[in-house]
DNA sequence: AAAAGGACCTGGTGGC
DNA sequence: TGCCACCAGGTCCTTT
């Protein structure tokens, strides 16, 4: 479910409610996420308190004073902050409670996501040593993407959600990244000339800027760490408008698949063969 | 080496 | 009401 938005999101609502809070009690559902959870997880975090918490596309990094837990919401995972004493409700597989009255709990139906553990330096952990850059980052340019992009025919909706080039943008922000800038998500991306990088990239920042500032897309169930939905879905231009008219000419829209996932576009607005 | 396809899961929806 | 097929904000592994 979430992509850099949602868990920027999650991320920015968890700052302000547990940094330095200290961690009173450790529940672990022993059920398996992507990976297990680790079995000494409570003994690392008990009495412990968040020093920072980062995010690295999305990943989010909880750093202690010793070590750093690693969480990865995959695709129905959230985290809520609730009162201790609220029930425990299904797929809960992780509650931290503080020694105030609040405790952040780890929800994920699918169990796609990860809870894991790192003494380490987190950037040297496997899954997040291998990501790409941020596409936030002032390094992310158009010169950058075009350079990478000179020995692939993928198409350009799988090079923008392949994590190991930029990462952070998942199914949804694609669509409304191309459509922004008038690419159409099947040209493959050695076909597409420099300038039009130029315009995605700034349309990728732009988009998922604002996505950030209305707190992410709910279209099932993102929220925020206190259970409010976000408001980007009211922003969306193509993606879940199936069979509806382009916003922008009022032409009926394109449903596809690219790599197994719903893709949408505007035929008219995102010609195949022009790029621009 | 890169690309395609399947696997991993639960839950919701729409058709019959 | 039930049953079934299909769909979903992601990643990883195997096969071509």
């Known amino acids: 479910m979430p992509e850099l938005p949602e868990v920027e999101t999650i991320r920015r609502g968890l700052e302000a409610v547990v940094l330095k809070k200290t961690?009173?009690?450790?529940?672990?559902n022993k059920v398996s996420l992507r990976l297990p959870i680790p079995k000494d997880?409570?003994?690392?975090?008990?009495?412990?308190?968040?020093?920072?918490?980062?995010r690295r596309g999305k990943y989010l990094l909880l750093k202690l004073r010793v070590g750093t837990l690693i969480i990865h919401l995959g695709m129905s995972g959230n985290i809520w902050i609730k009162p201790k004493q609220h029930p425990k409700t299904k797929h809960e597989h992780l509650i931290i409670e503080f020694t105030?009255?609040?405790?952040?709990?780890?929800?994920?139906?699918?169990?796609?996501?990860?809870?894991?553990?790192?003494?380490?330096?987190?950037?040297?952990?496997?899954?997040?040593?291998?990501?790409?850059?941020?596409?936030?980052?002032?390094?992310?340019t158009a010169n950058y993407l075009y350079k990478i992009v000179q020995n692939k025919k993928t198409v350009i909706k799988q090079l923008i959600m392949d994590n190991k080039v930029v990462t952070g943008i998942?199914?949804?922000?694609?669509?409304?990244?191309?459509?922004?800038?008038?690419?159409?998500?099947?040209?493959?991306?050695?076909?597409?000339?420099?300038?039009?990088?130029?315009?995605?990239?700034?349309?990728?920042?732009?988009?998922?800027?604002?996505?950030?500032?209305?707190?992410?897309?709910?279209?099932?169930?993102?929220?925020?760490?206190?259970g409010e939905a976000g408001k980007f879905q009211n922003k969306l231009q193509v993606y879940g408008r199936k069979k509806q008219l382009c916003?922008?000419?009022?032409?009926?829209?394109?449903t596809t698949k690219i790599s197994q996932r719903s893709t949408f576009y505007c035929p008219r607005c995102q010609p195949n063969g022009s790029s621009h």
């Not at 997880?41 to 980062?54: G, M, V, W, Y």
């Open 23 to 28: 961690i009173a009690n450790v529940l672990v």
């Open 41 to 54: 997880l409570a003994k690392k975090l008990l009495k412990q308190s968040i020093q920072r918490i980062e």
């Open 100 to 140: 105030n009255q609040w405790s952040l709990r780890y929800k994920d139906p699918r169990r796609f996501g990860l809870i894991d553990w790192t003494d380490q330096d987190p950037n040297k952990y496997q899954a997040i040593k291998s990501l790409g850059i941020e596409p936030l980052d002032k390094k992310f």
């Open 170 to 226: 998942g199914n949804i922000y694609a669509s409304e990244v191309l459509f922004a800038a008038k690419i159409n998500p099947l040209q493959p991306a050695n076909q597409i000339p420099l300038k039009s990088y130029k315009i995605l990239v700034s349309a990728i920042k732009r988009i998922l800027l604002l996505a950030i500032k209305l707190g992410g897309t709910t279209i099932k169930d993102h929220t925020d760490s206190y």
């Open 247 to 254: 916003f922008r000419c009022n032409t009926e829209l394109i």
